[in-house]
């Protein structure tokens, strides 16, 4: 195991890996930006190296003043947490040329994820299901059409260098696509500087389902069942479950193995997650597969009681997985809801500022994963998460209760946050009754529109 590692992430994932370091006795340095020196976690690990100015081009994705912070404290290996740094390739083989150990994937694992297009015919060829479309870039029109006439309207373009739904664009016919190629083509170069996209048949209000899997150096995989979500805004998640309540023991199983199977077709070793897209007959397919821990893993933890972050510590280290298939138990059910710094009321737009009251909510099977404290600031830097709320009952119903009364007792003051849009969809009924898809969200506030 590691003695000493550092964390190159702030906010809440860095206190979720120190507290994991801290449990296996593992030393940790914290980096932080100017803004960040009474952060939390600075004060949290056993030592802190400043590593630039706020804004996250200078510190948090300045990879030379990182790659120094880790040779001046002498560590063995840096967790990158998610965001940032996290699925940068080129990061992760500057730390492997450094002989420091990026606690993650290999950088090729990275970069074949990275490229949604070549993820999408690496899993195909493994045998998972994956939506008819392109197997190669679009260059042309007639292309694009070809393409379209072929899997059928609707059908929708996406960037190859993807993610968080940029340059993603819904067609529904000749005329549209065409338009819809070249905006999606100029966003793509914009915001990936790659200007490369595919084309997909487009699957009508899906829900978006993925699995937790842990793979180690050895060649074993195991997965941690699913999360469903599908309660998103603009492709930020806002709450997430496990189990999902749309799935039955045998898709499950089904789900699963695929998981597993792709992550072993691509030689996956570390913590990953496949994405799949579930629509309204039940028919699932690959999305994506993410190479990094996701904010969300405490849902799966809370079920499984499998510290997570703690397995990809020993398993980065070159510990063989101890966990086999059979052996884990899936107990009750997880919600988790992100309380971000944003007011629900205008757009969700983020709402920086000092927080002067402020009260945690606690009592049986409530779980706050937070680096916020009375006083603290929260600065506009950065991401507006200020809190994962997470709570475990032993069924869906029983989760649901303790998650109203949870929100009940969350005190965050003067400033914005989603805890009140949060209470509105713990009472609506198609909520409560497990049926939504990925336009939950939006149509909840179309109707809220409607009635003001
Ligand atoms: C899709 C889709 C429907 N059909 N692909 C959104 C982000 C990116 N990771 C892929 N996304 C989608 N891909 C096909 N063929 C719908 C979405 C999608 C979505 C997926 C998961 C969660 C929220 C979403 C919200 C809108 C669209």
């Known amino acids: ?25 593992i030393r940790t340095v914290a980096v932080y930006s100017e803004i960040d020196k009474d952060a939390m976690h600075v004060r949290m690990a056993d030592a802190a190296v400043c590593i630039g100015t706020p804004p996250a081009a200078n510190s948090y994705l300045n990879i030379p003043s990182i790659i120094s912070a880790a040779e001046i404290t002498d560590v063995e290996a840096i ?20 002989q420091i150990k ?15 297009m070549a993820a999408r015919e690496n ?32 059908v929708i373009i996406k960037a190859a260098a993807g993610g968080g739904g940029k340059g993603m664009r819904i067609c529904h016919n000749d005329v549209r696509l065409i338009s819809a190629l ?4 100029a966003e793509a170069e914009a915001s990936f500087g790659n200007p490369d996209v595919y084309i997909e048949k487009y699957i009508d209000e899906p829900r978006h389902i993925e699995f937790q899997i842990i793979a180690d150096n050895y060649g074993r995989v195991i997965h941690l069942r699913e999360r469903d979500c599908s309660i998103q805004r603009r492709h930020q998640k806002l709450i997430e479950e496990s189990p999902c309540p749309a799935l039955d023991s045998k898709l499950r199983k089904k789900m699963g193995e695929m998981a597993i199977r792709g992550a072993k077709a691509v030689n996956y070793h570390n913590i990953g997650t496949i994405e799949f897209l579930l629509d309204k007959k039940g028919d699932f397919y690959f999305m994506e597969m ?19 972050i703690k397995e990809q510590l020993k398993i980065s280290s070159g510990e063989k997985l101890s966990i086999q298939q059979e052996d884990i138990e ?25 927080i002067e009251s402020l009260n945690f909510p606690g009592g049986p099977n409530v779980r706050v994963d937070s680096h916020i404290y009375q006083n603290y600031t929260v600065s506009p830097y950065y991401d507006s998460l200020l809190a994962k709320l997470i709570v475990h009952g032993r069924n869906r119903k029983e989760a649901l209760s303790i998650m109203r009364r949870a929100l009940d007792e969350f005190v965050i ?24 898809s990925t336009h939950f969200v939006e149509n909840l506030l179309k109707e809220k529109e409607v009635e003001e």
């Open 330 to 354: 899936f107990k009750g059910h997880a919600i988790e809801c992100r309380i971000n710094a944003e007011d629900p009321q205008n757009q969700f737009a983020p709402c920086p500022g000092k």
């Open 123 to 154: 899993m195909r060829k493994a045998g998972l299901p994956v939506t008819p479309g392109s197997t190669t870039v679009i260059k042309a029109k007639e292309e694009a059409l070809r393409i379209a006439h072929r899997v059928g309207y609707p």
């Open 290 to 308: 993410n190479t990094r821990v996701q904010v969300e893993h405490p849902v799966t933890e809370l079920v499984t009681g499998i510290d997570i």
């Open 79 to 98: 967790h990158p947490g998610y965001g940032f740094l996290a699925e940068n390739a080129h990061f992760a083989e500057i730390c492997e040329s450094c």
């Open 413 to 436: 003051e003067p400033i914005k946050t989603t805890i009140p849009f949060h209470k509105q969809v713990l009472e609506n009924q198609a909520f409560k009754d497990g049926k939504f």
């Open 1 to 25: 195991m590691f003695s000493k590692i550092l964390i190159a992430n702030r906010g809440e994932i860095a206190l979720r890996i120190i507290r994991a370091c801290k449990e296996l006795n």
């Open 102 to 116: 990026f606690i993650g994937p290999t950088p090729e694992s990275i970069r074949l994820m990275g490229d949604k």
């Open 182 to 185: 070249m905006t999606a083509q």
